[in-house]
Nanobody
Framework: QVQFVEAGGGLVQPGGSLRLACATSGSIFSVYALGWYRQAPGKQRELVARITIADYRNYADSVKGRFTISRDSAKNTLYLQMNNLKPDDTAVYYC?????????WGQGTQVTVSS
C-alpha cells in the first residue's frame, strides 16, 4: 500500500517561510513524477509544484519565484520550501504522484499564514 506522509506545516506570519517534507516508499519515489498540492477551504485541490524523475520542475503561477520543490532520493523524501508566504497560501498541503492517484492521498499538513 502506497503511503505519503506529509509534515512541516504550521502557523506563520505573512512574509515568513516554511519547509514541508513528504516521505514515501522508494518504489514510488524512483518511478513517478511527484507533486505538491493544496486545498484551501471552499476550493478545489490544486497542483502547486511538480518535479520529474529527471528533476525538471514547474510551478503554479501563484507560487512561482517563492516556492521551491526538491527531492532527496537517498531519503525518499520530497520537499517544498515556501518563502514570502501570503495569506492566500493558507491551505492543507498534500503530496502525491503527478498526475495524482485517488488512493494515494495522505492526511496532508496544514499551513496557515496569518498575522
Amino acid at each position: 500500500q502506497v503511503q505519503f506522509v506529509e509534515a512541516g506545516g504550521g502557523l506563520v506570519q505573512p512574509g515568513g517561510s516554511l519547509r514541508l517534507a513528504c516521505a514515501t516508499s522508494g518504489s514510488i519515489f524512483s518511478v513517478y513524477a511527484l507533486g505538491w498540492y493544496r486545498q484551501a477551504p471552499g476550493k478545489q485541490r490544486e497542483l502547486v509544484a511538480r518535479i520529474t524523475i529527471a528533476d525538471y520542475r514547474n510551478y503554479a503561477d501563484s507560487v512561482k519565484g517563492r516556492f521551491t520543490i526538491s527531492r532527496d532520493s537517498a531519503k525518499n523524501t520530497l520537499y517544498l520550501q515556501m518563502n514570502n508566504l501570503k495569506p492566500d497560501d493558507t491551505a492543507v498541503y498534500y503530496c502525491n504522484v503527478q498526475p495524482p492517484r485517488p488512493n494515494y492521498w495522505g492526511q496532508g499538513t496544514q499551513v496557515t499564514v496569518s498575522s
